[in-house]
């Protein structure tokens, strides 16, 4: 039984010393070693010294009351302006995407759907497939309106919803409520 005890730890012992020879043995290794611990730290550093949610990194404005959005309204939502507020439209619903304005900014990979109707684009998966016009979306195959109906529901469980996205002139009577729009224009897409 000793002699067992014995090879055990004489194994456990080899196994140490050969893993601090492999990180230690050499100065390479040595180097290796540190630079992997830096970064580790750092990395573990940057995490838990923030110590701010993301709302707080980024100045949000107030939130916008819901309410119609005629089509120039939403071009003044393209992160530029003085509170930096970003909108996007899909399948004629606008959301308050400012929170994702790393994404949806001035700076970001989809700062082309800033201030515009997206729904041509994430239908064909285009970024510039954007129009700065009304665009109707009567051209979209089922695939495609498949495709961006997901988009959607993604954003309304992300974003605020602002209201429906109306052509300039035909703002009218509000026709949002709770987030949503009322049931006569939930399935129809802006004519």
């Known amino acids: 039984m000793e002699a067992e005890n014995i090879v055990a730890d004489t194994d456990s012992e080899s196994t140490v010393s050969s ?3 492999l990180l230690f043995g050499s100065p390479l290794n040595t180097v290796l070693t540190v630079i992997c611990a830096y970064f580790i730290y750092k ?6 010294n923030t110590g701010s949610t993301p709302s707080e990194a980024i100045k949000l404005p107030p939130p916008l009351p819901k309410h119609n959005v005629p089509l120039s309204e939403l071009h003044k939502y393209d992160g530029k302006g003085e509170d930096g507020r970003v909108c996007v439209a899909i399948l004629g619903k606008v959301y308050d995407v400012t929170k994702g304005s790393r994404f949806y900014g001035p700076e970001g990979p989809y700062s082309t759907f800033a201030g515009r109707d997206a ?3 994430l239908a064909t998966f285009d970024v510039v497939a954007v129009k700065e016009e009304w665009d109707q979306h009567d051209d979209l195959t089922p695939s495609q309106m498949s495709s ?3 988009w959607e529901i993604q ?3 992300r974003y605020d919803f602002v209201g429906k996205l109306v ?3 035909e703002e009218g009577e509000d026709d949002v409520s709770d987030g949503q729009v009322n049931e006569t224009n939930a399935d129809e897409s802006p004519k």
């Open 43 to 48: 990395l573990l550093k940057g995490n838990s």
């Open 19 to 21: 893993l601090t020879t």
């Open 155 to 157: 954003f309304s469980e």
């Open 167 to 169: 052509k300039d002139g």
């Open 119 to 121: 729904t041509r684009a």
């Open 148 to 150: 961006v109906q997901e």
